[in-house]
């Protein structure tokens, strides 16, 4: 997976940062399922105390999604 964001830094120059997330051993097809596991997670351990519909932004952590995937064989990068 390759996520790429382009925008402006705080001087206003072009910024473009690219992130990659490496699944082996035919571990991608889990991947979609990290963020309802990290949602979860969290439900179980009291941690969400808003409810009903809204934006997910900000919600999740990368690292708490990416500990969905413990034990698989996955790479991050960013560049």
């Known amino acids: 997976m390759r ?3 382009r925008g402006l830094d705080a001087q ?11 699944a082996a051993r035919d571990h991608g097809p889990n991947v ?4 309802a596991i990290a949602l979860a997670r969290r439900l179980l ?3 969400v105390e808003v409810r009903g519909a ?6 999740l952590t990368v ?15 960013v560049r």
Not at 32 to 35: E, I, M
Not at 54 to 59: A, I, K
Not at 63 to 77: H, K, N, Q, R, V
Request: proline share 7%; hydrophobic share 40%; charged share 15%.
């Open 32 to 35: 979609p399922c990290f963020p």
């Open 12 to 22: 206003s120059r072009s910024l473009s940062k690219t992130w990659w997330l490496l």
């Open 63 to 77: 690292d708490e999604i990416l500990a969905g995937g413990s034990g698989l064989e996955l790479t991050t990068a």
């Open 3 to 5: 996520v790429t964001v």
């Open 45 to 47: 351990r009291g941690e």
């Open 54 to 59: 809204m934006p997910c932004m900000g919600l």
